[in-house]
Structure formats: structure tokens, C-alpha cells
């Protein structure tokens, strides 16, 4: 294809936000919360290394074998979703491309996207070569919270046409809850962090040969349980303000998805530790988590961004104003 023909083919692409876009946004964060789902059956039936080679399955078979049985059909399916993950990302890409000097905001979330599939392969592989380090596993999880985050953007960012895009003005809520946000988020960050170590330190490792990383999973996690009490004190805090202050309708439900979250994944937490960690709830509790990182970021982006200006709607022109 010639480049007069690729020009043509990127001018016909849409310049502004449409529902595909908004459903690939929504994909994208829904693809990415069940990578981790998957990745947490993978750890917790010990199939870590049912595919005991990367990226074969094994050194003869880019695929599952009979022979490796239900740990090579785990592993080789979480494998699998990773494709899955490449065409929504490359179907969004596409989608933003012809805004992408309007839109530059989704563009470069849609090649962050993008970029973390490769990067979130060659840390499985680590994975597997290391036969499974529970500190490699733990930076597997933690690059997907990352890329949770990413997509929560993504479909917060999607719902804006280019002009509410432009148009933004007012800080969406006063200073004070603003940064009750932010460090929501943050101790949301240290509790998920702090959560990958406990899971490094206690019996799932994902297979029976794993190591694990030798600390005491006692104190570990009492050291995990700070950041989530400080975490739901702040997010109490903030509803409280929030319902005491002027803010919009949409902060209000995004706080409270927020503190239904934290609770829920507090007392999922509380109960598996209390029952010695049963592998439903420690699923329910990954789970959790992607939830949570989303819930934290959807309620910091719409608390902290910028709004649009009273009655900017689709097709509306305003002048433009520093984002």
C-alpha cells in the first residue's frame, strides 16, 4: 500500500469520539481485569507450569499436549487470552487513529496498551524460565494493575467528544477532597504492592516446587492491613465531604463504588486469612484488587480532571482552554 493510499484510509477514520471507541475503551478494561483472573487460576491449581517452556509450551509443541493433562490446558488458556488482548488493542488503535492529533490523550493510552501486552509476555516468560520466583511473579501482577489503571483512563477519557475534551475548565471537586483522592489512590497502590508480597510469603505459589520468598506471612500481612485501614478511613472521609460539598452526581457514584470496593475486598481479605487462605476467596480477592486499582483510579480521574463546561455537548464549539 502506498503512502498516498495510507493517508486517504487514516482521513476516512473518525475525528472524534464514537460508541465503538467507547466499547473498545470498556474491552480493553474488562480484557485486562480477566487476564488477571485467568493468571489467578493458573497460581492457584498449580499450573504455573503446566507449559514448562516459553514461548513454547513445551520444546517440541507451541501447544498443550495431552501428556501435561488439566495444568497444561490451564496454562496454555491463559496464554491464549493474551491474543485477545492484542485485537482489542490493535481494533482501538485503529479506531483512535484518525483523531489522533485531536484526541492525543487516546492515542497514547491505546499505544500504552498496546505496548504492555509484549512487555507483560516477556515478564511470563521470566516467569517461567525462573521456575516461577515469586518476586517475578509478583512484578507479572503488578504491571497488570498498571495497565487496569491505563484502561480505566482510557474509558473515562473515551466519554469525552473533542470539544467537552477541550472545553474542560473546573476542577471537578474542592482541594481538599481532591487530594483525599490521591491519596486513596496512593494507599491503594501500597496496599496492592504490599498484598503481592503476602501472596509471595503463603502456599500459592503455582506450583508444588515453587519457592516462595521467606518472609513471615504473619507479619507481612499485618504490615498489608495498615495501608487498607488508613485506606478506609480516607475513603469514609471523602464520601463525607462529598456529601457535604457542591460536587457532580457522577463523583458522588464513583466515590461510592470506591468505598463499596474497599469494603467488600477488606472483609474477602479479613475471611481468607481467618480461613487459611481458600482458593475461591483468593481468587474472589485477585479479583478484588483489579476491581479496587480501577474503582481508585475512575474515582481520582473524576474527582481531579478537569470538567466540561455547562452545556458543552457533542458538536458544540467552545474555545479552547488549557486541559
Known amino acids: ?60 509443541s507451541i501447544v498443550t499436549t495431552p501428556e501435561m493433562g488439566f495444568h497444561g490446558v490451564i496454562e496454555f488458556g491463559n496464554r491464549l487470552l493474551t491474543f485477545v488482548l492484542v485485537v482489542i488493542a490493535v481494533a482501538m488503535i485503529v479506531a483512535v487513529l484518525g483523531m489522533r492529533r485531536e484526541r492525543r490523550d487516546l492515542f497514547r493510552l491505546s499505544i500504552g496498551l498496546f505496548l504492555g501486552i509484549p512487555a507483560q509476555a516477556v515478564i511470563g516468560g521470566i516467569t517461567v524460565w525462573t521456575g516461577l520466583n515469586p518476586w517475578v511473579v509478583g512484578l507479572h501482577f503488578l504491571v497488570s494493575m498498571v495497565l487496569v489503571a491505563l484502561a480505566t483512563v482510557l474509558v473515562n477519557r473515551a466519554r469525552l467528544t473533542a470539544d467537552q475534551y477541550r472545553g474542560r475548565k473546573d476542577p471537578a471537586a474542592p482541594a481538599l477532597l481532591r487530594q483525599l483522592l490521591v491519596t486513596a489512590t496512593v494507599l491503594t497502590s501500597i496496599a496492592v504492592v504490599l498484598g503481592v508480597v503476602v501472596t509471595g510469603s503463603g502456599p500459592h505459589a503455582g506450583d508444588h516446587g515453587a519457592a516462595r520468598n521467606g518472609l513471615d506471612s504473619d507479619i507481612v500481612t499485618r504490615v498489608h492491613a495498615l495501608p487498607v485501614y488508613l485506606l478506609v478511613a480516607t475513603v469514609a472521609l471523602a464520601v463525607l465531604l462529598a456529601h457535604r460539598s457542591q460536587v457532580h452526581e457522577k463523583l458522588r457514584r464513583a466515590l461510592v463504588i470506591l468505598a463499596a470496593v474497599v469494603l467488600a475486598q477488606g472483609a474477602i481479605g479479613y475471611t481468607q486469612h481467618f480461613l487459611h487462605l481458600p482458593v475461591a476467596l483468593v481468587a474472589l480477592h485477585m479479583l478484588g484488587a483489579s476491581l479496587l486499582m480501577a474503582a481508585a483510579i475512575h474515582a481520582l480521574y473524576t474527582g481531579t480532571t478537569r ?15 488549557v486541559s
Open 1 to 60: 500500500m502506498t503512502l498516498p493510499s495510507i493517508s486517504r484510509l487514516t482521513d476516512a477514520l473518525p475525528r472524534t469520539t464514537t460508541p465503538l471507541v467507547r466499547r473498545l475503551a470498556i474491552a480493553s478494561l474488562v480484557s485486562q481485569i480477566a487476564i488477571v483472573v485467568t493468571g489467578g487460576a493458573v497460581r492457584l491449581t498449580a499450573s504455573g507450569l503446566g507449559c514448562p517452556e516459553w514461548p513454547r509450551c513445551t520444546p517440541d
Open 307 to 321: 470538567k466540561p463546561l455547562p452545556g458543552t455537548t457533542a458538536g458544540t464549539r467552545v474555545p479552547q482552554a
